[in-house]
């Protein structure tokens, strides 16, 4: 069974937000109509959104670290957002695991957001339905785009590379991979939710070097500069010359 | 999360309704079995008038909780489908059939239509049986009411079996109460009846109500924001939430009043739900028109109040993301 996922390299995400916009922007053009925006250039603008970038601050002062931390549908393989609508509008689908909502059916209830442990849908204040992450699923299908341009806006769009896509059932895929060999990790486990997307962690890259592998204590071609004291004890020599 | 008002008018008026459709079932199968006086169909019609008046209300209430209230007609007979998997369609489903069968039970009392199944000098069989069929239709509601909240197992105030005894209880007090205050006009000999099961009814929820709330007092979250961002370090904090106006996120989970507040509110219920209501039925139980009504009303005001606070403070995981501007 195939299962479409994005994997987030935090390790290289600089929190430029152009997943963010690029995201908005594919989205708000679809067929699926706009993505609304209330008071978008006033005071306290606010708006639907699939996909946000957040900033956190790791431990304390001087020794911080910063983490972009970009969340969006994470596409749970046991998805407890899907059994609880009531219409059926929120569903998983067979094929490649992407949860969508179907628009036309979603009464606005609202149920499946609160049974979202993630905050990962966001309500339509203009439509009254219930949106979230679709994984660009007009997109990475459209037959009329080049093969290397169906994948997700928000991939595409990345200029570090921090957002990698694919099959993560497929154990040779290059999410597979990475989740495997980058120590990839899913974000509240403890809900039993399986979700689809991976994070990468923060690594830093440094390696052990001690003193004595840069200069080593039997380097042969030190081995003149090794000089003894000669011994005032008498030697055997002493004896026979 | 925050209380909208049309869930909480919801939920407190189908509990008022179902609790008085109740109260009347009790009353005529007691009285079957000869330990009540019986009445005539005008109590059971106006009675059932009275609950149906309550469960509708409930579902215009219910409408304001729809995206656009257009969808009640285009959309909504889709939340029946999903019965198999969702406590909200499964709700979906028993109000209407509740509101159904308890305008039949009214209706077959009006007309006095009568089909004797059983042999023996039994009076009124047929709308025995509607009425069991119903009352077991108003228990299902109760249970599909209360699993909507308890069946989602990351709110964690919400999700336990107390949750559904609380609905359970707190809709069948509040529609004795009524029962008493409409017995007191109705049918006098009955409001010590009423009055009796209205207090133990009621006290029952306060020590159930009670013990959610010690439950909830000592709560323990699963998830922080060390597993919800997965990176393991005692001291993380939120710079951005990635928006600075708000967003959805910011407002349906967050009930924005101060914790003072939600504690007056807390306390408000507590008297307005349990010992205030109790004494003006103790006071009311030789017919005093005026104190079971003020029971009734008294009663259903600290609903609203228990009911705001029921959903201000559940709290919700995805909170964790949410956290500075
Ligand atoms: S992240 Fe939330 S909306 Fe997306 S599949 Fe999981 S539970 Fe559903
Ligand atoms: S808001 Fe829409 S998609 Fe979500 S549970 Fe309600 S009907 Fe289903």
Known sequence: MTQLALVIDLNVCVGCHACVTSCKQWNTSGQAGPMFDDNPYGKDPTGTFFNRVQTYEIGSYPNTETLHFPKSCLHCEDAPCVPVCPTGASHKRAEDGIVLVDYDKC??????????????????EQQKVMKKCTLCVDRIYDQSLDERDRKPACVLACPTSARLYGDVHDPDSEVSVAIRERGGYQLMPEWGTKPANHYLPRRKTQI???????TRVDNPLKKEDIRHETSKDVSLDDWLM | MHPTFSVIFLTTLIGVGQGLFLALFTQQSYSAAN?????????????????????????????????KPSYMFTRAWRGITQWRTSWLSRELILMPLVMGLVFLYGAFHYFGWEIRFLDYNLANQLTLLLGTITTAAVFGLFIATAMIYASIKFLQEWACALTVVNYTLLGGASGFTLAAAYAAYAAPELVGFYVGWAII??????ISRGGSL?????????????????????????????????????????????????????????????????????????????????????????????RWFFFAQANHPQNLYYQTV
């Open chain 1, 107 to 124: 009464i606005g209830c609202k149920y499946c957001s609160w049974a979202c442990p993630y905050g990962a849908r966001e309500f339509d």
């Open chain 1, 208 to 214: 052990n070097i001690h003193d004595d592998e840069l």
């Open chain 2, 35 to 67: 330990l009540l006086p019986s009445q005539g169909s005008d109590f059971y019609v106006t009675g059932s008038l009275l609950a149906l008046a309550f469960l509708v209300g409930g579902l215009i209430a219910a409408v304001g909780h729809l995206g």
């Open chain 2, 201 to 206: 009814l009621t006290i029952a929820a306060l």
């Open chain 2, 214 to 306: 010690i439950r909830n007092a000592r709560i323990k979250h699963k998830s922080t924001v060390q597993t919800a961002i997965g990176v393991r370090h005692p001291q993380i904090q939120q710079k951005s939430m990635g928006m600075m106006g708000g967003s959805y996120n910011t407002r349906e989970y967050f009930h924005g009043a101060t914790a003072a507040f939600l504690k007056s509110v807390k306390w408000i219920f507590l008297v307005l739900v349990f010992p205030v209501p109790v004494l003006l039925l103790w006071l009311g139980m030789d017919g005093g028109k005026g104190l079971l009504v003020a029971a009734f009303v008294i009663q259903y005001i600290g609903l609203v109040f228990e």
